[in-house]
Structure formats: C-alpha cells, structure tokens
C-alpha cells in the first residue's frame, strides 16, 4: 500500500515529458533514434531545419529539455519550454501559408536565413524562386538573430521570435544580391510569436538523474526510465501561469497592432494548448465561433479576412513512427486582432470577475460581508 502510495504520488508531480526530442514521460520513446539524440545531446528539431547534426543550446542545466508534463490546468498537459520543440514543418508552413494567403496545397519553401549562407543553400532559393515555387527565408534567435524594435522616447524595444520574409526574383538590386549574379528582392514580411512557458524551480536534479541513467544503463535506458519515473520527474515544479500571461499579453498586442503596415502580411501567436487553456481565466472565458472556413472567431468579430491569428496546437502523447519526435497537432486557428483580444481582457473579463457568476457586484458584497462582523444591523 505505502510503495503504491509513493508511486501515485510521483506520478502527480510535473516531470519532463521530452528529453532531446523524445519522449520520456508518460510514454517512453524506445528505438536507436531516440537513444542516439540522447547520447549525442542532438536537438533533432534544429538538425532537421540546418540539415546537419546540431546539438542542444540550452545551458547545462537545462540541457536536453523540451516540454514539461504538468498537471496545473488539472488533466495532465505538456509545457513546451524551449521554442525549438516547434520547429516543425508542417506547422511552419501552415502559418506562412495562412499569412500570405497562399492556398496549402500550392508549393513553397521556407528556410531559415543562414540556409543561404553557402551555396548550396543559395541554389536551393534560385531554383525555388525560378521553378514556380515561393520562397521565404525567416529569422530566429540561433537561426540568423532576431529582428528587433529599438527603444525610443515613446516606444519600448521589442524583438520577434520568428520574422519570415518572402524572397522575389527581380531585375532590379534589392536588399539581397550576388546569388549567382542574379537579384533577389524582399517582398512583405510576417512575424511569428511563439509562447514558451516559464516555470518554478530547476530542472537540473532531473537533468543530472537521466544524464546519470543514460550513461549506466545505455542498453536498455528506456525501459530504466519507464520503471523509474521519479528521474525525469526529481525536483521538477510546474509552470508559472500567471506570468505566461501577463510577460505575453502586452507584447503580443502590440505586435498585432505593429504588423499592420503595407510591408506586412499580419502576425501569428503560436499558443501550446495548455497556454491556451490557462488564459481562458485572463481573457473571461471568451466565445469561440466557427467559421465557414474552418477557423475561428472570438466574441462577436466576424472579420472574414483577419491578418492576426492565433494557432493552438498540442504535442501527441505518444512517440512518433518508427522512434521520431512526437508529432505536433493543431487545434485551433483563431482569426482576431489586438482591439478584440484587449476587449476580452480588459472588458469581458473584469466583469465577469466582478459578478462573480452572479447579478451584483460581488466586491460590493464582500464589504457588506465583512462589515456585518462589526455592524450586525447593516443591510
């Protein structure tokens, strides 16, 4: 009874859900891949986008860590961490595909910038550009260096997480030339925002519990790490909701507000599920409203063809085929703007918190309340 105790209860607490990529809890990835990145300490996310072995750039003691499987939102979710996880092709091209209204079906290319610091690179854009196909080059803090705001007298200093920038053939010399001796200019651009997770506490006890474990047990460390759950779970806390909120909110609505120049396609807000899920409180729970295109509404905006979006997606709980990454799963896609998200934070929700689910203002309430202790006559 005491050892099922104890083992329900380290099944409750936060652990690491992805170690390099691969699953480690609730699941276990299994196979030479996994192994292979774990022992390697590659990122499979950023050697699938450079197109060479790239290891992990988290410091040591955060090294290898992905997402976090925590229970905050009260069913067991996964926190993504580090916004290297969502490298993945598929929901890349969604969004890009969805800022610049490009139909899904019709061929593009999307590389990050300093794919075009050799030739091969600059010849893969070349025949992209000249084939029929369109071409975007995008800007990331390991991947080429965000693209930032500077502070002014009036403004704040600002960077994007992601800035894509749609590449063109032209006869005149734009902003990139010399592939080739042929000249490239630069279209609009779109700017992507990924929120990450802060969370309390460290994770280097877990880190250094399955660091330990691989190295004992590199046969057969799966199924070590299956039957011993508390490594990838050892002094690991959960996330810091409130704070995800209030660190992206402002930030975002200026963003929304930013992009909305004629050098600009929009932005788009990638939001984990269980980030989506711990603003419903923020945002007072908006409605949602689908469209006839599949995507959605919030409160009463039927804007039919919205340049900011918000994508909610989620990471499968099981392994991927044949030992890969789990693969990422989108869930909404929200068309919206920064004066109805600020409605929803700002209107919707004070006053849904001051009623209190209830007709009268439930701080008026509470202070008659409290003044009955005192005033036993009061009404």
């Given amino acids: 009874m005491r050892r099922t105790s104890q083992l329900a209860r380290v099944a409750s607490r936060p652990h690491i859900a992805e170690w390099f990529g691969h699953r480690i809890f609730p699941a276990v990835s299994s196979g030479g891949t996994a192994i292979d990145d774990q022992q390697s300490e590659r990122c499979p996310f950023l050697t699938q986008t450079l197109k060479h072995s790239t290891p992990c750039v988290k410091a040591a003691n955060s090294r290898g860590v992905c997402t976090i499987s925590a229970s905050s939102n009260g069913p067991r979710q996964d926190w993504l961490v580090c916004p290297y996880r969502a490298l993945?092709?598929?929901?890349?091209?969604d969004m890009v595909c969805r800022l610049y209204g490009i139909p899904p079906l019709d061929p593009v290319l999307i590389r990050p910038v300093v794919a075009l610091a050799d030739d091969a690179g600059q010849r893969e854009v070349l025949d992209a550009l000249h084939g029929g196909r369109r071409a975007f080059v995008y800007f990331q803090d390991k991947l080429g260096g965000?693209?930032?705001?500077?502070?002014?007298?009036a403004s704040p200093e600002l960077s994007f997480d992601i800035t894509v920038a749609e590449l063109l053939p032209g006869d005149q010399a734009g902003l990139l030339t010399g592939f080739n001796n042929r000249a490239v200019t630069v279209g609009k651009y779109g700017v992507i925002e990924l929120q990450t997770t802060d969370?309390?506490?460290?994770?280097s006890h877990a880190v250094r519990a399955l660091t330990s474990a691989l190295d004992l047990h590199p046969e057969n460390f799966s199924e070590q790490v299956a039957a011993n759950p508390e490594w990838a779970?050892?002094?690991?806390?959960g996330p810091n909701i409130s704070n995800v909120f209030k660190r992206t909110f402002y930030q975002i609505a200026f963003k929304f507000q930013v992009t909305k120049r004629e050098t600009s396609v929009?932005?788009?807000?990638?939001?984990?599920?269980?980030?989506?899920d711990s603003w419903q409180p923020f945002l007072g729970a908006p409605e949602l409203h689908e469209?006839?295109?599949?995507?959605?509404?919030?409160l009463d905006d039927q804007t039919s063809q919205p340049s900011d979006w918000i994508y909610v997606f989620d990471i499968d709980t099981q392994p991927g085929a044949g030992g890969a990454p789990a693969p990422i799963r989108v869930s909404l896609v929200i068309g919206?703007?920064?004066?109805?998200?600020?409605?929803?934070?700002?209107?919707?929700?004070?006053?849904?918190?001051?009623?209190?689910?209830?007709?009268?203002?439930?701080?008026?309430?509470?202070?008659?309340?409290?003044?009955?202790r005192y005033l036993p006559e009061i009404s």
């Avoid at 700002?346 to 009955?372: C, H, M, Q, S, W």
């Fill in 291 to 298: 469209q006839p295109d599949g995507t959605w509404r919030l």
């Fill in 266 to 276: 929009g932005c788009v807000l990638a939001l984990p599920q269980p980030v989506w």
């Fill in 233 to 237: 779970g050892r002094k690991i806390e």
């Fill in 88 to 93: 993945d092709d598929g929901l890349l091209a």
């Fill in 199 to 203: 969370t309390h506490g460290s994770y």
């Fill in 146 to 153: 965000e693209i930032s705001l500077s502070k002014t007298g």
């Fill in 336 to 372: 919206t703007d920064a004066a109805t998200l600020s409605r929803a934070a700002f209107e919707v929700a004070p006053a849904k918190a001051v009623a209190n689910g209830g007709e009268y203002d439930a701080v008026a309430e509470a202070i008659t309340r409290r003044l009955g």
